[in-house]
């Protein structure tokens, strides 16, 4: 009987340890599984600020002096890391501000060197100064100190005031121009400057230009100078001007706006233009007439509407008006006579040479044609027969070839263009 109950307690233990294995076994499973978990750390960005540079980095590092050492980024004793944004763990970002060799002069006027980092704030706190209305630094708190920064504790600035025609020292807690000018009392009128502006900040032994200013209008009368022009006159001989039309200035109302600054004209501005009188444009006639030069023939003077040049007589079935123009024609040609002249000589169809036996292109004026000439400029040649023809016709140029008496008459003929009455 008892041998059967000690079957039945073994029996019982195995199976109770079994069951104690079974746990065991899940606890340490599990555990194993929890410390896997939490040993695990998730990275997380840093930004790093020096200055306007900026470094990212991806870390795990929880300490802020160990996430710099991560980027890289070495620090000196004195420098210093401003952590107010720095959550480890989470994207933050740390700030570095490097030790810097600064100037601080305390209001006794005491001068300190040394190595700080930090805005300039923090460097006037670990000098034991507190800043008040009428304590103030040279310098703006909020920046960050630099290599050879000088940080001036000031009670009241120096500052020189030019105002109506006035120069003021005067010393100031004002912090800046516009603060200035109310504490002196002095007043802006609406287009009055200063300078520098008013919201310039105050520094030590600095000038303030106050300028009085106003815009005064002004009207003048100017003159409007007249104009010129040349006309061409046939009435008047060539190289001789008359004015016909008087020029005459006109006027004109010119309305201009002054600034002045401190009494003087700075700068002026036109703001309006009314022409008041109109100016007369000056006529100036100018002359165009050529008198012709007489044309000497021998001893002969022959000059405009004169004696006919040719020798040859009028047959009297011809008549010629007083215009030179004959009264009974068959038609006219026009172009242009040349001259030549062959002393002695005879004519192509054997007529004598002689003033009045011209030269002429055959194909267009028959031989023994009769014409009377006059040039377009009034001289008259007179009868003339179609007697001779030349080296002209080749050129194509000229209508006829007058004969002349001498080598001197034909320079004095020249080149002319004639009408030709075919009688």
Request: proline fraction near 3%.
């Given at each position: 009987?008892?041998?059967?109950?000690?079957?039945?307690?073994?029996?019982?233990?195995?199976?109770?340890?079994?069951?104690?294995?079974?746990?065991?076994?899940?606890?340490?499973?599990?555990?194993?599984?929890?410390?896997?978990?939490?040993?695990?750390?998730?990275?997380?960005?840093?930004?790093?600020?020096?200055?306007?540079?900026?470094?990212?980095?991806?870390?795990?590092?929880?300490?802020?002096?160990?996430?710099?050492?991560?980027?890289?980024?070495?620090?000196?004793?004195?420098?210093?890391?401003?952590?107010?944004?720095?959550?480890?763990?989470?994207?933050?970002?740390?700030?570095?501000?490097?030790?810097?060799?600064v100037t601080f002069v305390h209001t006794n006027g005491k001068t300190l060197k040394?190595?700080?980092?930090?805005?300039?704030?923090?460097?006037?706190?670990?000098?034991?100064?507190?800043?008040?209305?009428?304590?103030?630094?040279?310098?703006?708190?909020?920046?960050?100190?630099?290599?050879?920064?000088?940080?001036?504790?000031?009670?009241?600035?120096?500052?020189?005031?030019?105002?109506?025609?006035?120069?003021?020292?005067?010393?100031?807690?004002?912090?800046?121009?516009?603060?200035?000018?109310?504490?002196?009392?002095?007043?802006?009128?609406?287009?009055?400057?200063?300078?520098?502006?008013?919201?310039?900040?105050?520094?030590?032994?600095?000038?303030?230009?106050?300028?009085?200013?106003?815009?005064?209008?002004?009207?003048?009368?100017?003159?409007?100078?007249?104009?010129?022009?040349?006309?061409?006159s046939s009435a008047l001989k060539k190289g001789v001007q008359k004015t016909a039309?008087?020029?005459?200035?006109?006027?004109?109302?010119?309305?201009?706006?002054?600034?002045?600054?401190?009494?003087?004209?700075?700068?002026?501005?036109?703001?309006?233009?009314?022409?008041?009188?109109?100016?007369?444009?000056?006529?100036?006639k100018v002359g165009t007439l050529v008198k012709e030069p007489t044309i000497k023939?021998?001893?002969?003077?022959?000059?405009?509407?004169?004696?006919?040049?040719?020798?040859?007589?009028?047959?009297?079935?011809?008549?010629?008006?007083?215009?030179?123009?004959?009264?009974?024609?068959?038609?006219?040609?026009?172009?242009?006579?040349?001259?030549?002249?062959?002393?002695?000589?005879?004519?192509?169809?054997?007529?004598?040479?002689?003033?009045?036996?011209?030269?002429?292109?055959?194909?267009?004026?028959?031989?023994?044609?009769?014409?009377?000439?006059?040039?377009?400029?009034?001289?008259?040649?007179?009868?003339?027969?179609?007697?001779?023809?030349?080296?002209?016709?080749?050129?194509?140029?000229?209508?006829?070839?007058?004969?002349?008496?001498?080598?001197?008459?034909?320079?004095?003929?020249?080149?002319?263009?004639?009408?030709?009455?075919?009688?």
């Amino acid at each position: 009987m008892n041998q059967n109950i000690k079957g039945q307690v073994k029996a019982t233990q195995k199976t109770a340890f079994r069951v104690i294995a079974i746990i065991m076994a899940f606890v340490i499973l599990f555990a194993g599984t929890a410390f896997a978990a939490t040993s695990e750390v998730s990275t997380y960005i840093v930004d790093i600020y020096e200055g306007s540079q900026v470094t990212r980095i991806e870390t795990t590092e929880t300490v802020a002096e160990k996430v710099v050492a991560e980027a890289g980024i070495q620090l000196s004793d004195d420098d210093k890391l401003l952590l107010d944004g720095f959550k480890p763990g989470e994207d933050s970002r740390i700030v570095i501000y490097r030790a810097s060799l600064v100037t601080f002069v305390h209001t006794n006027g005491k001068t300190l060197k040394t190595m700080f980092a930090g805005t300039v704030a923090e460097l006037i706190e670990s000098q034991g100064v507190t800043l008040t209305d009428k304590i103030f630094s040279s310098v703006n708190v909020n920046a960050v100190v630099t290599d050879n920064l000088k940080v001036e504790i000031i009670s009241a600035y120096d500052i020189i005031i030019n105002v109506d025609g006035e120069q003021k020292s005067v010393k100031t807690t004002a912090r800046t121009v516009g603060e200035l000018l109310e504490e002196q009392k002095i007043v802006l009128d609406e287009d009055d400057e200063v300078v520098p502006t008013a919201d310039t900040e105050l520094s030590n032994n600095l000038t303030v230009d106050v300028l009085r200013v106003e815009f005064v209008t002004r009207e003048e009368t100017e003159s409007i100078p007249f104009t010129s022009e040349k006309v061409n006159s046939s009435a008047l001989k060539k190289g001789v001007q008359k004015t016909a039309q008087k020029g005459v200035n006109g006027e004109k109302l010119i309305t201009y706006k002054d600034k002045v600054v401190n009494g003087v004209v700075e700068s002026t501005e036109t703001v309006g233009e009314t022409v008041t009188k109109e100016p007369i444009k000056e006529i100036i006639k100018v002359g165009t007439l050529v008198k012709e030069p007489t044309i000497k023939l021998g001893n002969n003077k022959i000059e405009k509407n004169g004696n006919p040049i040719s020798e040859v007589p009028l047959p009297s079935e011809y008549t010629i008006g007083d215009n030179n123009v004959p009264t009974e024609y068959k038609y006219t040609i026009k172009g242009r006579a040349a001259a030549y002249c062959i002393p002695g000589g005879t004519t192509s169809t054997g007529r004598p040479a002689k003033p009045g036996h011209i030269a002429v292109n055959p194909n267009q004026i028959p031989y023994g044609t009769e014409m009377w000439i006059v040039s377009d400029d009034g001289v008259v040649y007179g009868y003339a027969i179609a007697a001779d023809t030349g080296g002209f016709v080749k050129k194509g140029y000229f209508t006829c070839d007058l004969y002349m008496n001498s080598t001197e008459q034909c320079y004095q003929w020249g080149d002319r263009g004639v009408t030709i009455y075919v009688l």
